[in-house]
């Protein structure tokens, strides 16, 4: 299906990728580039790829794949990095957790090339990062967010669908905005409502024997709240806005309930419980509706 | 070491626990009761009792251990029931999640015979609950907390500790206060978090479809939210104080980080992530204490 891929960033999720593409049989060499060379030059040492590139640029040249897998505060520095050898027969996709900031730095780097470019967002992970812990399976039965824009063109969205289908991914498309709304409720709020818990906990007196005894609710709780200070400083830092409404949303909610438990509001409290237990108790991972 | 467990509730929690004492060789003989006769029939069936009372205090009749498994709030009505039939030598317990509320349900209940009672919290459950679910294991290496008041006698204190033990539980003393306010901060907040943050996402227009593209992360987050709404209104009603004043800090703590997002305080946000991110990760379920 390609000639070459090339990865900017041989990390956990651009080092699966270039597994998965691998085993899958779509590319015919993985030319790879991380910031730091000792990354690199693991990532050839595991097989991750093929050949070490000397920066970004090089591992686009000759590439018809490209994965932008770095950091988001990253993106847009490596797009023009690379922009110069992208042409509208180059697959371009990233893979960060918020869209609109993505966009609009590939607006601005990409220019005339930002057709090439389709944004995505595979919905998967590990708690443990690094090319050690790449995974041709991570992203086997997991959504993966296209958020083109109308610039995308249809043909290179088409290739990119049916690329990670290939990989066994579940492909979902929607607006970069949409995206954003939506993992700011799902995924950035509840990492920030468990960070701002422990935190609560660790400044009373009493805080580390209060951990002491939290169980195993606690603990799958809080679990998100051990994630990367650096990568969800920047994740809470670009997708602002939407993080910020979900997150009032969320405390009008939670003074809401306060208020029925300081007015022993039976009914009213039974009824929100009751509401938020049925929901999580009728949900599943990755439920797909009907016609979507 | 006991003649006779009477147990008061043949739910999870009480017929685990009268098939750990049997298991272990603890009793000799478990007389059940519970509210609804089809549940006191199918633990004889199970093997969890090995008799049906009538009545809770026919449960206790010639038991010289008893042990309370009902819902927090029927406590003080169970108490009540059986009190003619306590004596300085009956251990009895429960097992509560709150301690403030049953400590004072207890002294209203038992006056003279309160030094017979020694409050219980294991931590420990299951996802589902009811007498069919009854597990022998559940009690192994979880932390048992008994919350004695000025009145309790030290024998059955010695008693109930010894006796924890042998089921393979991990006992830790501490006042009625002291308790509820650690498991408000470490499990009722994060419960009533979970509710609310079901119930500010579902009420969103496209609520349901953000939770259609929800991860692991979230999973993890939420699965609290799937918990009994009888249980929890139950819980919160009774845990009121310590559990109002530790939602308020918490909403401050995560207003604060609201702020600094919202400011785009890098090293601000940065340090709050970063700190929470540390005590999370260095954090075990269980972790004791050096001299505890």
């Avoid at 041989?10 to 060379?37: E, N, Q």
């Avoid at 090439?116 to 086997?140: M, Q």
């Avoid at 939407?242 to 039974?270: T, V």
């Amino acid at each position: 299906m390609f000639e070459q891929l090339g990865l900017i960033g041989c990390g956990l999720m651009g080092g699966s990728f270039a597994l998965a593409c691998k085993r899958a049989g779509l590319v015919k060499r993985v030319v790879g580039y991380s910031k730091s060379p000792s990354t690199t030059e693991r990532a050839r040492q595991l097989g991750v790829i093929d050949q070490e590139a000397s920066s970004a640029l090089m591992a686009v040249s000759g590439s018809d794949l490209v994965l932008v897998a770095v950091p988001v505060a990253a993106t847009e520095a490596t797009l023009k990095a690379v922009k110069g050898l992208i042409t509208p027969t180059t697959l371009l996709m990233d893979v960060g957790s918020t869209k609109r900031d993505v966009v609009d730095a590939a607006r601005r780097a990409l220019r005339e090339q930002m057709g090439s470019f389709v944004p995505c967002h595979p919905i998967t992970g590990k708690e443990v990062a690094g090319v050690e812990h790449a995974d041709a399976n991570l992203y086997i039965d997991q959504k993966i967010v296209l958020t083109p824009v109308e610039k995308t063109l249809t043909a290179q969205l088409k290739r990119a669908t049916a690329l990670w289908a290939a990989l066994g991914g579940k492909v979902v498309t929607m607006s970069p905005d949409a995206h954003d709304a939506a993992f700011a409720a799902v995924s950035h709020l509840p990492h920030l409502i468990a960070f701002a818990a422990i935190n609560a906990i660790i400044r009373q007196p009493q805080g580390n024997e209060y951990l002491d005894l939290a169980g195993p609710g606690f603990r799958d709780f809080s679990r998100i709240a051990a994630s990367d200070p650096q990568v969800w400083h920047d994740i809470f830092a670009t997708n602002k806005a939407q993080l910020l409404e979900q997150s009032q949303f969320f405390r009008e909610n939670l003074l809401a309930m306060e208020r029925m438990i300081e007015n022993s509001d039976r009914a009213g409290l039974m009824q929100q419980i009751a509401q938020a237990s049925a929901t999580r108790a009728a949900w599943h991972m990755g439920a797909d509706k009907p016609g979507r």
